[in-house]
């Protein structure tokens, strides 16, 4: 299970506070990457402590890289168990958490305390967890060095989607998505609009 940072506020305004190094390698840098608000997923994989047992992990680096072929990318750290179980597997599946699952988020990132039995089933070869925001069952099309991660790019073979809230991660704390900005083009205005940042 990889096991999340904790994030605090000590980085503002391109001042670094005392001890910290400003370099790529350094917490400032990591801070600041972590300013990008998005989704959250579980990457699920194959775990070879025995027969339709599954590994998880959450995370946030997720991007779509083609619509034909369809294919999606996550990146994982190397000294990982989810590097090695990804690494020997030609499955996987990618899981988008909804609003109501705060808690997959934390166990799959190690940070909770409680042991919990999340249900899932097998699709296309990749365990799948139950009742998610959107899924996909991938098989493994590419991997790539990325420094201290590897960039796992995998062909989705089936999915599915809903259209509930998805959980939110900013500055390694959680969030709903909040309230929509309805605005109009400044060439048609909207009637009753709500003003937002790029009206």
Same mark, same amino acid.
Request: overall charge positive; proline content about 8%; some cysteine.
């Given at each position: 299970?990889?096991? $999340?940072?904790?994030?605090?506020?000590?980085?503002?305004?391109?001042?670094?506070?005392?001890?910290? @190094?400003? /370099? !790529? =390698? %350094?917490? $400032?840098?990591?801070?600041?990457?972590?300013?990008?608000?998005?989704?959250?997923?579980?990457?699920? @994989?194959? /775990? !070879? =402590? %025995?027969?339709?047992?599954?590994?998880?992990?959450?995370?946030?680096?997720?991007?779509?890289?083609?619509?034909?072929?369809?294919?999606?990318?996550?990146?994982?750290?190397?000294?990982?168990?989810?590097?090695?179980?990804?690494?020997?597997?030609?499955?996987?599946?990618?899981?988008?958490?909804?609003?109501?699952?705060l808690e997959y988020a934390w166990y799959?990132?190690?940070?909770?305390?409680?042991?919990?039995?999340?249900?899932?089933?097998?699709?296309?070869?990749?365990?799948?967890?139950?009742?998610?925001?959107?899924?996909?069952?991938?098989?493994?099309?590419?991997?790539?060095?990325?420094?201290?991660?590897?960039?796992?790019?995998?062909?989705?073979?089936?999915?599915?989607?809903?259209?509930?809230?998805?959980?939110?991660?900013?500055?390694?704390?959680?969030?709903?998505?909040?309230?929509?900005?309805?605005?109009?083009?400044?060439?048609?205005?909207?009637?009753?609009?709500?003003?937002?940042?790029?009206?």
């Amino acid at each position: 299970m990889e096991r $999340a940072r904790d994030l605090s506020d000590d980085y503002k305004d391109g001042k670094l506070p005392a001890g910290k @190094v400003n /370099s !790529p =390698e %350094g917490e $400032a840098f990591r801070k600041a990457t972590r300013n990008w608000a998005t989704g959250v997923i579980v990457v699920t @994989v194959p /775990s !070879p =402590e %025995g027969p339709y047992e599954m590994h998880g992990m959450s995370a946030s680096s997720f991007n779509v890289l083609s619509a034909s072929p369809r294919l999606l990318a996550v990146n994982v750290e190397n000294n990982t168990n989810c590097f090695r179980y990804l690494n020997a597997s030609d499955t996987f599946g990618i899981n988008m958490l909804n609003n109501t699952q705060l808690e997959y988020a934390w166990y799959f990132a190690n940070r909770l305390k409680k042991k919990l039995s999340p249900k899932y089933t097998w699709k296309s070869g990749a365990p799948i967890l139950d009742n998610m925001l959107t899924w996909f069952a991938l098989r493994k099309w590419a991997q790539y060095p990325g420094g201290d991660h590897t960039i796992f790019v995998g062909q989705v073979i089936e999915f599915s989607r809903t259209d509930d809230p998805p959980l939110v991660c900013c500055r390694g704390r959680f969030h709903d998505l909040g309230q929509r900005f309805y605005y109009a083009h400044p060439d048609h205005e909207m009637p009753g609009s709500i003003p937002g940042p790029l009206a």
